[in-house]
């Protein structure tokens, strides 16, 4: 019961602290006036660790449900569905940067 808790815990703190950042990012970007053209970047950055960091703790969560209590079958759908997000948000992280790399050049 400890382990399902301790894992819940990790995954809410994660989402917790991505929005916190989320929030600083809009205040710093609100504190100056001018756009800052940054935010965008760092946004899918932290995004993209926050997926790697919910990916991993999944892993971890099944392993150690595998190895004592037997295959979690209700792990495999959250399971892929992590990784799913992880692959759209890295896919994503890659666009952004060809796009920004190619109006840099133009």
Same mark, same amino acid.
């Given at each position: 019961?400890?382990?399902?808790?301790?894992?819940? *815990?990790?995954? /809410?703190?994660?989402? %917790?602290?991505?929005?916190?950042? @989320?929030? *600083? /990012?809009?205040?710093?970007?609100?504190?100056?006036?001018?756009?800052?053209?940054?935010? @965008?970047? %760092?946004?899918? +950055?932290?995004?993209?660790?926050?997926?790697? &960091? @919910?990916?991993? !703790?999944? %892993?971890? *969560?099944?392993? !150690?449900?595998?190895?004592? +209590?037997?295959?979690?079958?209700?792990?495999?759908?959250?399971?892929?569905?992590?990784?799913?997000?992880?692959?759209?948000?890295? +896919?994503?992280? &890659? $666009?952004?940067? $060809?796009?920004?790399?190619?109006?840099?050049?133009?």
């Amino acid at each position: 019961m400890m382990l399902l808790f301790s894992l819940e *815990f990790t995954l /809410l703190f994660v989402s %917790v602290l991505t929005t916190a950042i @989320n929030f *600083f /990012l809009n205040l710093k970007r609100r504190e100056h006036a001018e756009d800052w053209e940054m935010k @965008n970047g %760092v946004l899918k +950055y932290v995004e993209l660790v926050a997926e790697s &960091i @919910n990916l991993v !703790v999944y %892993v971890i *969560f099944f392993l !150690v449900i595998l190895k004592y +209590y037997g295959l979690p079958l209700h792990l495999i759908r959250q399971m892929c569905a992590t990784f799913r997000s992880f692959r759209n948000r890295l +896919y994503g992280l &890659i $666009q952004y940067r $060809q796009a920004i790399d190619n109006m840099n050049q133009r």
